[in-house]
Structures are given as structure tokens and as C-alpha cells.
């Protein structure tokens, strides 16, 4: 479990100093007004829609798969809102890692705090069952200002990002823990305490069952919710955030927790769950992270990529 930053003066090698100074950049825009800075994050998403051919594809098959009844200009129309919104999001992490606390509240709103706080009073750890949606950086961010909880994280390969990423989340965390560290897990959730887990992406083969998400009937699923629930003697809230319309603020939105979750069925749960994420989706479809390759493992080996 990582509670501090840890910086070494390796990090000032000359090979990183390219990176340090694109990261001063990024930090002077965190000054700019958010209304500037979502008109500049549209620009420079329109432009890499122009310049990453595969990641569009790839948003493209995806948006197919899952709308198959949606006409053709519409998703087209929804993909290029969602690499607008891409854009956008580098200046939410950019404003989770380094905005004052003040100026974060300034542009916030939360519902539903009162059903993590009850559910930590009744002994019980909290699962946020949050999704892969662009300003989730930020929905952290807010979350950590009345309750700070317990990120769970994949870590960076370059340890100047690692540095950056863990100094940043931990504004809003207590700590964090490695997405693969189950058993560490499983501790925070006895304490009891708040973590964060997400089970909308492809993590691979192993452990996943294949089961529906939005029209896709066999997406691989990963069934984590049921084992962290069942040996943390957590409950699991759902947790959304979206970027306003406006794009002056953010709206976090936390449902009470599920009833009868765990079950002994973790298939059934899982199939839950993805329809629990299709609503958060839902809320906002061009704020999910579509670039990735969500349907990359079919059934079978030897089934053909969808790709």
C-alpha cells in the first residue's frame, strides 16, 4: 500500500528533463479559467481524432457494437463529443492533481454522502462501483473532500508519471493500492474503510466470465465486486460523475448500497453489474472511455478479433 510520494534525485536525470518541463507546462494551465481551459481540451481532442487513427477505430467499433440500432450520423455525431470530452479530461487530471482544495468545491456538487457515512457507521467497508468515465480523476478529487478513501491504481512504468500520479491521487486518498493486491484489499475494506473499483474494462481471460454489455452478448467480464463484497464484508455503492453541460462544474452522484449483493451466483452479479454500469453510462455516453478495447478477448482462442 503506497501512503507517500516517494521522490529520489534520479528523477532528475537529463532523460527526464524533457518531461519535467512539459509537466510545468501542464501545471501553469491549471490557472487558466475552466471554461478556457475545456474550449482549448475540445481543440486539441478534434485534433487527435485526426492523428490517432486506431484509437479511432477502435471508439468507432466500439460505439457500433454497442448501438447497433443508433444511426449512422449519430454515432458519428457521439464520436467526435467523445473525443472533445477526451480532450477535456486532460485538464480534469491536470485540476484533480494540483487545484487548491477552495477552488475544487467552487466547482462541485455531491448527492448521496449521507449512504457512504452510514454504511461505515453500520461496520461495513465501502465499494465505490464507479466506471472508466473521462472525469473520473476529478469525481476522486471531490469524493476525497469529505471522505477520503482508499484509490486503487495501476502503476506508472515511468517513474516520473508514478511520482506525479501517486503525489496527485493522494490530495484526495489516504492511500493507494495496486489494482492486482486483493488481499490488501480485502484489509482496508475490514477497517472498515472506502476503496475504489472499477469492472467495466477487459482485463483478459483469466477469471472474467462472458456475459452481455449493452448489445454485445459476450463481453469479458471480470466478477472482483463479488469476492472483495463477500471478504471485505463491504457493500457496494455505485458511484457516477459527470462533467456539467456547461462545462463549468461537476456532478458525483452515490446510490445507497445494493440489496442482496453479494449473492452466491457471482455470474449473476457481474451481469448486475454491467447493467448498473450501462445506467452510469448512460447518464453521459460521450464521457466514457470508448478508446479502449473493451471486446479485445472473445470466448474463444480462436474466435476472430471484432477488431
Given amino acids: 500500500m503506497v501512503e507517500k510520494a516517494q521522490f529520489s534525485n534520479h528523477l532528475y ?12 507546462l501542464m501545471r501553469l494551465t491549471q490557472l487558466l479559467p475552466l471554461a478556457i481551459q475545456m474550449k482549448i481540451g475540445a ?8 492523428l490517432i487513427g486506431g484509437r479511432v477505430n477502435t471508439a468507432k467499433r466500439n460505439l457500433a457494437l454497442c448501438f447497433p440500432d443508433m444511426p449512422q450520423a449519430e454515432q458519428d455525431e457521439l464520436l467526435t463529443r467523445n473525443f472533445e470530452e477526451t480532450g477535456k479530461a486532460v485538464f480534469d487530471t491536470i485540476n484533480a492533481w494540483w487545484w487548491s482544495d477552495e477552488k475544487v468545491q467552487r466547482h462541485m456538487s455531491i448527492t448521496g454522502q449521507e449512504h457512504v457515512q ?3 457507521n453500520d461496520g461495513h467497508g465501502v465499494i465505490l462501483f464507479a466506471v472508466h468515465c473521462l472525469p473520473l480523476e476529478m469525481g476522486a478529487r471531490i469524493f476525497g473532500q469529505f471522505q477520503p478513501g482508499v484509490g486503487v491504481y495501476r502503476p506508472h512504468n515511468n517513474p516520473v508519471m508514478e511520482y506525479l500520479q501517486v503525489k496527485g491521487r493522494l490530495r484526495s486518498n489516504k492511500a493507494l493500492v495496486s489494482k492486482r493486491d486483493l488481499r490488501q484489499m480485502v484489509r482496508c475494506l475490514r477497517t472498515p474503510d472506502v476503496i475504489w473499483y472499477t469492472a467495466d ?17 459476450d463481453a469479458a467480464t471480470i466478477t472482483g465486486a463479488t469476492t472483495l463484497a463477500r471478504l471485505g464484508k463491504a ?3 455505485p458511484f ?10 461537476y456532478t458525483i452522484e452515490i446510490s445507497p448500497p445494493l440489496n442482496d449483493f453479494p449473492t452466491k ?7 448486475r453489474g454491467n447493467h448498473i454500469i450501462e445506467q452510469i453510462i448512460n447518464k453521459n455516453r460521450a464521457q466514457y472511455m470508448w478508446l ?10 480462436s474466435d476472430p478479433s471484432v477488431y
Fill in 13 to 24: 536525470h537529463p532523460k527526464f528533463w524533457l518531461l519535467w518541463l512539459g509537466v510545468g
Fill in 43 to 50: 481543440t486539441i481532442g478534434r485534433i487527435a481524432k485526426k
Fill in 118 to 120: 452510514q454504511t461505515l
Fill in 201 to 217: 474494462q477487459d482485463f483478459g481471460r483469466s477469471s472474467a466470465t462472458f456475459i452481455p454489455f449493452f448489445a454485445m452478448p
Fill in 235 to 237: 457493500k457496494v455503492l
Fill in 240 to 249: 457516477s460523475v459527470v462533467r456539467n453541460a456547461d462545462d463549468k462544474g
Fill in 265 to 271: 451466483d457471482e455470474v449473476e452479479d457481474a451481469k
Fill in 292 to 301: 479502449h478495447r473493451r471486446f479485445k478477448t472473445r470466448p474463444n482462442e
